[in-house]
């Protein structure tokens, strides 16, 4: 059975930085493409980012209100994926997921996390 | 970045009623339409990839249509399970992005 767990998250002050992990299993995750996705209290999703598989190139993807504070990042020797927020803002307060991404005609946020929540508050 | 604007932003509907939810991009991304539904604390779950393609498990009752920059999700005969909100999102370039929801509530 496919399964990601996000773990990491919690309170943090602005300007602090925070690492979530995401621990795949079921699947070979050396060859997945990942992405992360939050979504904000009681509102839309919104996606954070993607890494390709390295035999993909390995290419990083992020949206522009993370770009050059967030960074994704991947363990294939442990199946995980992580993410690290620097100079985290209020808005930045969210759950996150983090997806495993399908390709049939189409890119496709295939399987989700239950989500960690990121609390950024003075 | 693409913009992706769903109508209506909520709806009342009857079990067995008819809903169609609309989806439209600000510029053509073809077919890289998907559909994803999402209940109260839980995690969104892929029901439509491709614009019209039922992911595994999916019910037939939902079906997806469109293309270009018009899209639809339609629920033919509304369960109760399918009280819940609906989001569009386009991959057919980054920042893949998503429409901001449709709430399908019991009339």
């Known amino acids: 059975e496919v399964q990601l767990v996000e773990s990491g998250g919690g309170l943090v002050k602005p300007g602090g930085s925070l690492r979530l992990s995401c621990a795949a299993s079921?699947?070979?995750?050396?060859?997945?493409?990942m992405s992360w996705v939050r979504q904000a209290p009681g509102k839309g999703l919104e996606w954070v980012g993607r890494?390709?598989?390295?035999?993909?190139?390995?290419?990083?993807d992020y949206a522009a209100p993370v770009k050059d504070r967030f960074s994704i990042s991947r363990d294939d020797s442990k199946n995980i994926l992580y993410l690290q927020m620097n100079s985290l803002k209020t808005e930045d307060t969210a759950v996150y997921y983090c997806?495993?991404?399908?390709?049939?005609?189409?890119?496709?946020?295939?399987?989700w996390g239950r989500g960690t929540l990121v609390s950024v508050s003075s | 970045d693409i913009q992706m604007t769903q109508s209506p932003s909520s709806l009342s509907a009857s079990v067995g009623g008819r809903v169609i939810i609309t989806c439209r991009a600000s510029?053509?991304?073809?077919?890289?339409l998907n559909w994803y539904q999402q209940k109260p604390g839980k995690a969104p779950k892929l029901l439509i990839y491709?614009?019209?393609n039922l992911q595994t498990g999916v019910p037939s009752r939902l079906s997806g249509r469109g293309s270009g920059t018009d899209f639809t999700l339609t629920i033919s005969s509304l369960q109760p399970e399918d009280f819940a909100t609906y989001y569009c999102?386009?991959?057919?370039?980054?920042?893949?992005?998503f429409g901001q929801g449709t709430k399908v509530e019991s009339k």
């Open positions: 997806t495993l991404d399908g390709y049939i005609e189409s890119w496709f946020f295939h399987v």
């Open positions: 079921g699947f070979p995750f050396s060859k997945a493409w």
């Open positions: 890494i390709k598989s390295k035999t993909d190139g390995g290419t990083i």
């Open positions: 510029q053509s991304i073809t077919s890289y």
């Open positions: 491709g614009t019209s």
């Open positions: 999102q386009q991959s057919f370039s980054t920042p893949w992005t």
